[in-house]
Every structure is written in C-alpha cells, then in structure tokens.
C-alpha cells in the first residue's frame, strides 16, 4: 500500500523568499508523483509531475520539485515566492505497478506569504 | 476548452433529507473520480468509475452514499438521509484515463460545498 507525507499543515515565508514544501512517500516501488495547487473556492489543478526519466521536474509558476529515490521524497520548491502563491499544495502519489489505480493524496499543506 | 464542471456549487439542506450533486467531466476522459475535502483533512476518495467498467467503490463512508455515471460521462453522487458530518467539499475529477494509465493527470471541478444543518 502506497501513503503521502506532507510535513508542515501551513509554511509561512516572506514575498521574496525560498519556497520549500515537503513531501515523502511510503511505496515498495517509487510512484508516479504529483504536486496539485489549490486556490480557494477552486478545484486542484497540477503543478508539475513526475513519471520517469529527469528527476528535477519544472512545473508552472516558478515551481520545481526533485525526485530523490533515496530519501523517498518529492518535495516542492520556488526560489522566490509571490504573494499570488498563497494556496494550499497537495503531493499526491499513483502506484505504478497497477496494484491500485486510485490516486492518494497528502494532507495538504497551506503556503503563507507576507508581504 | 470546458473544464470539470459542478452543480450546485453551495448546497445547504436539513439533516436527513436526500441530496444529489453533479459532475460533468471532460469530454472524452473515461476516468471519473469523486473526492471529499473536509476542514484540514486533505481528500478522502469515494469513488472511481473507468470506462464501462464496475465502478471501485471502496471509499464511499456509508451505504447512504452512492454515485452513477451513465453513459460514460456525467456522474451523480447522492447522499441519502443525510447527516451533520457530512458537511464538506465534493470535488469531482477526470481523467483522459486511469487504471494502469495512472500516470495521468486529474482535472478537477470547483466543487460543491455542502452544509448539512
């Protein structure tokens, strides 16, 4: 059975500052992984993804995230956080090998930023 | 183009009472998904329908809850007799396909908040 970690339920920075946002799985085989963004009073949409191939993945609005087998992580970073990317960030995690086709999602967690 | 589309978008009904909420998916996604969001609790999945296969209903929380799709697009979640904990968002999300293709992204709509009073 695959699970998500996201560290940290909120993460406040400051307009300018470095963007990290934290995220672990559990699986015996590396999933596919996900980063979503939600905005209030709006569905998820994706950030970036990883499936295969380069682990340092560039998604929209400045995002990246790495895949580090070793460390079973993904987490999320920006180098320079805008005020517009104040939401709330979720990992999301799919199991590759078919065992289960039910994406699980992490707890979210709620970027602050202050101006 | 149309994204995932929902209705209604708020919902307040009285304890007990039936509710239907609606999901329109992209055209063409043969993956339908129904998710609830409470309050810092991340998204609970309910449902997942993939083509004209049986649906995998292992996350609905009760038998007061059941969804269809029929043909292949449009889905209902309804929530019969309903109850105060089952305040929250409904999201609904597509998918071009899932199953072994998981690799696929979700779309997913605005929601519905339901308040159960």
């Known amino acids: 059975a695959q699970s998500v970690t996201q560290l940290g339920s909120h993460v406040s920075v400051s307009e300018g500052a470095l963007v990290l946002l934290r995220c672990n799985y559990s699986?015996?085989?590396?999933?596919?992984l996900f980063w979503y963004v939600q905005y209030p009073n709006q569905g998820l949409q994706l950030l970036l993804k990883?499936?295969?191939?380069?682990?340092l993945v560039k998604g929209i609005n400045g995002f990246e995230a790495e895949f580090k087998k070793s460390e079973t992580s993904f987490h999320l970073t920006k180098p320079s956080a805008h005020m517009s990317d104040a939401a709330e960030y979720f990992c999301a995690v799919s199991d590759r090998t078919g065992g289960s086709y039910i994406p699980t999602f992490g707890r979210g967690t709620s970027l602050i930023v202050h101006p | 183009g149309a994204g995932v589309s929902q209705s209604p978008s708020n919902k307040v009904t009285e304890k007990g009472k039936d509710v239907e909420l609606r999901c329109d998916p992209i055209?063409?996604?043969?993956?339908l998904y129904w998710y609830r969001q409470s309050l810092g609790q991340g998204l609970e999945f309910l449902i997942y329908f993939q083509g004209n296969s049986a649906p995998d209903k292992s996350g609905l929380p009760s038998d007061r809850f059941s969804a269809e799709r029929t043909g292949g697009s449009v889905s209902t979640l309804t929530i019969q007799r309903t109850q105060q904990e089952d305040s929250a968002v409904y999201l609904c999300a597509s998918s071009l396909e899932g199953g072994a293709n998981s690799y696929n992204e979700q779309f997913f709509g605005p929601g519905t908040r339901l308040t159960v009073l």
């Open positions: 055209s063409g996604h043969t993956a």
């Open positions: 699986s015996s085989v590396p999933p596919y």
């Open positions: 990883y499936t295969t191939g380069a682990t």
